[in-house]
């Protein structure tokens, strides 16, 4: 038996000013109102369809050489904006000791600027609702989605396009007159961007908010309802949620005897009360260990540098076939802040699959979290999930680079499946990428600590102490964030 320690608190508390308990009071029953009258979730699906027939966008592959606004550098292959703003797209070559394939170059964008990912929250008649946006990107394979209040890049807001100004963008650019509830700086796909980070905020106004075209307010319960349905919730959306200060401890206060043991573990891990197999000094130690010691060096170079890379008349591949393509695409859209513009994006070469395997140890839900070293991490390595692969990238390599525990998650029966649904990545720059998100409860054979002894870079993890992680910038990267907000979405019993 593996026993827990006692909880104890080694990351920084919330700034003063901020009442935590009030806060979370407001989270938990937020969380345990599935339906609103602002939008009854028997509307929802019709205003999502019917604001999807006035904003929709037409994407069309096009010539590299064909991008309108951007300039391919003769000397170096680099694809940047005209504007100097943006985004480029550039190599990078990487070496990761003891990975799968220890050296290796790539494509990757470099966006340096920080953009902002904010949800605006407000109580109506004592319950928290979200201010969400019905937001169509290029990408999405299903184009809309719901997306935070504000998601925009800095040469978004600041008109660097010439387009329409962001709705509601003043809450976030100075919240001094209001309460912040989160407010930190979250990486983006460390495999396709480099160093790549955006602010996400949660900010929390009493007075009047004039309800724009394509926005809606919703409870967190709905947001959970809607995040158990394929491609709704976008990948913005998801990280911003995963960084609520989320407490079991007011949820548990509903629970009833009899009732699922895997929510019951779930709320008891969202409660630091309960403990951890690992103190949250032990996890940092074990982090900045790896990060200390860690031999990964990821260098820029020129796009036209990289290796087993081809350029053709349409995109930048893999002599393979595999991993992705760098795309260019004509974009004509309706309900956006421009009408009409071309980029390049990344097109993955298959839907990866993304997921957690849990364990209840003690009655309390654990985690297993893997720390992974990525090209585009700002600090080495970042927690990510058990499993983050495209099956076929690994067909070309020897069977012992095929990653830990994804054969114990395809081959999970349903009974222990837990969550399982295809959600889209960032649409903005990569075109129709999406992942199939699980969470899977694990086999019980042998013990946490021998699961842990036989692979070195996974622990197991309980979610308060992701909640905590989640407060500070890059540990915890952005597929794990959607899947810390997949977990809470099953935390509240399900609707009737």
């Given at each position: 038996?593996?026993?827990?320690?006692?909880?104890?608190?080694?990351?920084?508390?919330?700034?003063?000013?901020?009442?935590?308990?009030?806060?979370?009071?407001?989270?938990?029953?937020?969380?345990?109102?599935?339906?609103?009258?602002?939008?009854?979730?028997?509307?929802?699906?019709?205003?999502?369809?019917?604001?999807?027939?006035?904003?929709?966008?037409?994407?069309?592959?096009?010539?590299?050489?064909?991008?309108?606004?951007?300039?391919?550098?003769?000397?170096?292959?680099?694809?940047?904006?005209?504007?100097?703003?943006?985004?480029?797209?550039?190599?990078?070559?990487?070496?990761?000791?003891?990975?799968?394939?220890?050296?290796?170059?790539?494509?990757?964008?470099?966006?340096?600027?920080?953009?902002?990912?904010?949800?605006?929250?407000?109580?109506?008649?004592?319950?928290?609702?979200?201010?969400?946006?019905?937001?169509?990107?290029?990408?999405?394979?299903?184009?809309?989605?719901?997306?935070?209040?504000?998601?925009?890049?800095?040469?978004?807001?600041?008109?660097?396009?010439?387009?329409?100004?962001?709705?509601?963008?003043?809450?976030?650019?100075?919240?001094?007159?209001?309460?912040?509830?989160?407010?930190?700086?979250?990486?983006?796909?460390?495999?396709?961007?480099?160093?790549?980070?955006?602010?996400?905020?949660?900010?929390?106004?009493?007075?009047?908010?004039?309800?724009?075209?394509?926005?809606?307010?919703?409870?967190?319960?709905?947001?959970?309802?809607?995040?158990?349905?394929?491609?709704?919730?976008?990948?913005d959306a998801r990280t911003v949620l995963s960084c609520l200060p989320f407490d079991g401890a007011h949820l548990l206060q509903t629970m009833r005897p009899g009732g699922d043991p895997f929510r019951l573990a779930l709320a008891r891990s969202c409660a630091s009360a309960h403990g951890s197999v690992h103190s949250t000094g032990e996890l940092l130690r074990w982090i900045t260990d790896y990060r200390s010691n860690a031999d990964v060096t990821v260098s820029r170079i020129p796009l036209n540098r990289v290796e087993r890379w081809h350029r053709g008349e349409y995109s930048i591949a893999h002599d393979t076939g595999r991993f992705f393509e760098v795309i260019a695409v004509d974009i004509q859209a309706s309900g956006r802040e421009v009408r009409r513009w071309s980029q390049p994006m990344i097109e993955p070469s298959e839907n990866g699959i993304v997921a957690l395997l849990t364990r209840r140890i003690d009655g309390v839900l654990h985690v297993l979290l893997h720390l992974r070293p990525e090209p585009g991490c700002r600090d080495t390595a970042e927690l990510a999930p058990t499993v983050d692969v495209a099956p076929t990238n690994y067909d070309a390599l020897p069977g012992q680079a095929r990653p830990p525990f994804l054969d114990a998650v395809l081959s999970a029966p349903p009974e222990r499946i837990r969550y399982d649904v295809t959600l889209s990545e960032e649409g903005g720059r990569f075109h129709h990428a999406a992942s199939r998100y699980l969470i899977v409860e694990a086999d019980e054979a042998g013990t946490a600590a021998e699961t842990e002894a036989e692979h070195p870079g996974f622990r197991w993890i309980a979610v308060h102490q992701l909640v905590d992680l989640l407060r500070h910038s890059h540990y915890v990267n952005i597929q794990a964030r959607s899947l810390v907000a997949c977990l809470h979405s099953l935390s509240a019993p399900p609707a009737a």
């Open positions: 038996m593996t026993h827990l320690s006692a909880p104890r608190r080694t990351v920084p508390a919330r700034p003063a000013g901020l009442d935590d308990r009030w806060i979370s009071e407001k989270i938990a029953r937020s969380v345990l109102t599935p339906d609103s009258p602002l939008m009854p979730m028997r509307d929802f699906h019709g205003w999502l369809a019917e604001f999807g027939n006035r904003s929709s966008t037409h994407v069309t592959r096009i010539p590299l050489n064909d991008l309108d606004g951007w300039h391919i550098d003769p000397l170096t292959g680099n694809i940047g904006h005209d504007s100097g703003k943006f985004f480029t797209v550039e190599g990078v070559a990487a070496h990761v000791p003891g990975h799968a394939v220890p050296r290796w170059t790539q494509p990757i964008i470099i966006q340096a600027e920080i953009g902002i990912l904010g949800i605006l929250v407000k109580e109506f008649d004592g319950v928290l609702h979200c201010l969400m946006q019905a937001k169509v990107e290029p990408g999405n394979a299903n184009g809309l989605q719901i997306s935070p209040t504000v998601q925009a890049t800095r040469s978004n807001y600041e008109g660097v396009h010439r387009g329409r100004g962001v709705p509601y963008l003043e809450y976030f650019r100075d919240p001094s007159r209001h309460l912040l509830i989160t407010d930190v700086r979250q990486s983006e796909q460390g495999s396709w961007f480099l160093r790549k980070h955006n602010r996400n905020m949660v900010v929390a106004v009493t007075d009047d908010v004039e309800l724009l075209d394509g926005f809606c307010w919703l409870t967190l319960g709905q947001l959970h309802r809607l995040l158990a349905l394929e491609n709704v919730v976008n990948m």
